[in-house]
Nanobody
């Protein structure tokens, strides 16, 4: 199982970024997936999750209405569109896979992609 995040970088407050997570080594369409972040000096924060077919989606209150999760099961890729970024969104962003049949727990993590929000 491999999860590889990309798309992070430096963005000004109010800007946008789209993160991607390329998956391999498992049947992508059979698993719930999530995005989790860790800000400097803080703990892990679950941000958003998506069901196997994409029909069910959940968001943490901190990102609801600003972030959009999606997946392309043909491309084995998970996405996170992030709009109206704030300094407090600066963090290392991870995609995670839930164990088969579960929803928002995680048995595999990528190495993360860093998002820096600064003027």
């Amino acid at each position: 199982v491999q999860l590889v995040e990309s798309g992070g970088g430096l963005v000004r407050p109010g800007g946008s970024l789209k993160l991607s997570c390329a998956a391999s080594g498992f049947t992508f369409s059979s698993y719930y997936l999530s995005w989790v972040r860790q800000a400097p000096g803080k703990g892990l924060e679950w941000l958003s999750g998506i069901s196997t077919g994409g029909g069910s989606i959940w968001y943490a209150d901190s990102v609801k209405d600003r972030f959009t999760i999606s997946r392309d099961n043909d491309k084995n890729t998970l996405y996170l569109q992030m709009n109206d970024l704030k300094p407090e969104d600066m963090a290392l962003y991870y995609c995670t896979r839930a164990p088969y049949g579960e929803t928002w727990s995680a048995d595999y993590w990528g190495k993360g992609t860093l998002v820096t929000v600064s003027s």
